[in-house]
């Protein structure tokens, strides 16, 4: 007797990345970022409330290069996961469900991220002083 082959069900060996699923994993991945961000938020909190030398152990190092850099990847992550939160309403709602919409939707998404991050960077160096 013969077998015959069966069909394969479609994984990441054989799947081609569409911007879609891309996004989506980048949403998830954006949210799990937030928690650990929230963390940081916490432990900044909770130093300036135990007293000033705790709290300028923090401020050294979120002013730190590394610290800047989890900073700028925070900024990134709230407002990616913001503006495609947004995106989301809309698909609750019916809206953008066409598949020309998807891509030009997740284009804005990614652009209005980044635009909001650096213009919320670029403020924040102009309000320093």
């Known amino acids: 007797m013969s077998q015959k082959e069966r069909p394969l069900s ?12 891309i996004l989506s994993i980048l949403h998830r991945l954006t949210g799990m970022v937030l928690g650990v961000g929230t963390l940081v938020l916490a432990w900044w909190l909770i130093a300036a409330a135990i ?13 730190s290069w590394f610290g800047r850099c989890i900073l700028l990847g925070f900024t990134f992550c709230f ?15 019916g809206w953008g ?3 020309a919409t998807l ?8 652009t209005a991220a980044i635009v909001l991050t650096l213009l919320s960077w670029i403020a924040g160096y102009a309000l320093k002083l």
């Open 10 to 21: 479609p994984h990441l060996q054989i799947y081609r990345p569409q911007i879609t699923s």
């Open 51 to 63: 007293g000033p030398e705790a709290y300028g152990n923090v401020q050294w190092f979120l002013s």
């Open 79 to 93: 407002f990616y996961h913001l503006c495609n939160g947004i995106r989301h309403l809309g698909w609750d709602m």
């Open 97 to 99: 469900l066409e598949l």
């Open 103 to 110: 891509h030009i939707t997740a284009w804005i998404v990614i």
